[in-house]
């Protein structure tokens, strides 16, 4: 899994539509995204859209792309940018 210092993720769709896309192009399964979300604390913004998220959401959204798939090795770069300390 990979996690950019500096995250693009499309600003029109929503949280949950992010995760599906990511999902399908790693043919996983959608049911997992849902868990992973919440995993990372933005499960009550999946409806909206990401242009709405603050930097640490869609920071943490990126997170739970990269964790899609159990992957093996986890590349970060930056990883707590836009974070709360918290």
Do not use: C, W
């Not at 769709?13 to 599906?20: N, P």
């Not at 868990?35 to 990401?50: K, N, P, W």
């Amino acid at each position: 899994g990979y996690l950019p210092e500096t995250v693009a993720l499309h600003p029109s769709l929503t949280g949950i539509e992010t995760m599906d896309f990511y999902a399908k192009l790693k043919k996983q399964p959608l049911s997992k995204n849902r868990e992973l979300l919440e995993r990372v604390g933005i499960s009550q913004a999946a409806r909206r859209r990401v242009g709405t998220y603050s930097k640490g959401m869609r920071q943490r959204l990126a997170l739970a792309q990269a964790l899609l798939g159990k992957p093996k090795v986890l590349l970060f770069d930056e990883p707590t940018t836009g974070l709360d300390p918290a």
